[in-house]
T-cell receptor, first 109, second 118 residues
């Protein structure tokens, strides 16, 4: 069974701090990695994807991938209360996309 | 505006009833997916389709059925055989996974249908 593991949280950070969200996966053949944000009662919204080892930055978001360690993370700089949501990690290998259960992030003003 | 629509937003089902959830996309995506989300859990794949008139079972297909008669549409029927159908149902679409495996096939989600059994 291909697994994607995330710390369920809640993760609480003060406004302006860096939030660090982590994800591990079991399938070494995984080739693409996605972070989705899901507000309560809403559907997931894609915020980042990464395919290569290293860092990928998009505004306040940085995705980090280490395929050797089977680890992907999302950093949110200058966290805002509007970033409070559940963040889902998704891992894809070919036709198979697997989602983690998500980490709930709370940013306190 | 390109996107994915799902209807209804809320659905109530009586015991023994079949109900059908609608999913339509105008993104010209070949692949479409149905997921179920329960509180505190990740998304679980019910069915997916990569081409018209063809679809594959996901991890939890029992008690569900789908059809793909048009590229744009992928309705899901929750049958009376599904013993615990109360959940949030999400439809997604994507381009086909590339031959190199997984690249450029990020999935985009509709707004979801919340199904409750009375």
């Amino acid at each position: 069974q291909k697994e994607v593991e995330q710390n369920s949280g809640p993760l609480s950070v003060p406004e302006g701090a860096i939030a660090s969200l982590n994800c591990t996966y079991s399938d070494r053949g995984s080739q693409s990695f996605f972070w989705y944000r899901q507000y309560s009662g809403k559907s997931p919204e894609l915020i980042m994807f990464i395919y290569s080892n290293g860092d990928k930055e998009d505004g306040r978001f940085t995705a980090q991938l280490n395929k050797a360690s089977q680890y992907v993370s999302l950093l949110i700089r200058d966290s805002q209360p509007s970033d409070s949501a559940t963040y889902l990690c998704a891992v894809n290998s070919g036709n198979d996309m697997r989602f983690g259960a998500g980490t709930r992030l709370t940013v306190k003003p | 505006d390109g996107g994915i629509t799902q209807s209804p937003k809320y659905l109530f089902r009586k015991e023994g009833q079949n109900v059908t959830l609608s999913c339509e996309q105008n993104l010209n995506h070949d692949a479409m997916y149905w997921y179920r989300q329960d509180p505190g859990q990740g998304l679980r794949l019910i069915y997916y389709s990569q081409i018209v008139n063809d679809f594959q079972k996901g991890d939890i297909a029992e008690g569900y059925s789908v059809s793909r008669e048009k590229k744009e549409s992928f309705p899901l029927t929750v049958t009376s055989a599904q013993k615990n159908p109360t959940a949030f149902y999400l439809c997604a679409s994507s381009r086909l996974p590339s031959a190199s495996g997984g690249a450029y096939n990020e999935q985009f989600f509709g707004p979801g249908t919340r199904l409750t059994v009375l």
